[in-house]
């Protein structure tokens, strides 16, 4: 039984840049591009340029908690092309991705690895982006 997805919120511009990337994905990554286009149509919109600090979006820093080894892990969300595991620079485009887009402090979420296990994780803190990253 998987648990009720909390709320979610994403900036318009976000929306929108990840619904191309989703719609773009859809054969080469169908699974991931389904279940992100899924979190996106269950979000909350922010209207034009509004931002939103307690919500994890692309170029934030966001502390997590994996609920099965209580370790705690700390990375930022960018676009694919940004994205350096070794400088835990997480893609969107990944099952954690997707996973935290949108995601606030103190709410939990169950997602589902590359080798199909299913994990809990509980988001912590989000960080504001230092910059605003821009998708190329």
Excluded: C, F, Q
Aim: charged share 25%; proline share 4%; hydrophobic share 45%.
């Amino acid at each position: 039984m998987t648990a009720k997805r909390p709320a979610i919120t994403v900036t318009a511009a976000d929306h929108a840049m990840l619904s191309r990337i989703a719609a773009g994905a859809a054969h080469t990554m169908p699974e991931l591009a389904a279940e992100l286009t899924h979190e996106l149509d269950r979000a909350r919109i922010l209207a034009g340029s509004k931002v939103s600090a307690e919500h994890a979006r692309i170029g934030s820093r966001i502390v997590y908690r994996d609920e099965s080894t209580k370790r705690e892990t700390t990375v930022t969300l960018v676009w694919p092309e940004h994205a350096d595991i070794e400088k835990n620079r997480i893609s969107v485009m990944t099952p954690i991705g997707v996973a935290l887009i949108g995601m606030a402090a103190e709410r939990s979420i169950d997602w589902t690895t590359r080798s199909g296990d299913v994990k809990r994780l509980t988001v912590l803190a989000v960080h504001e982006p230092a910059e605003e990253p821009a998708a190329s």
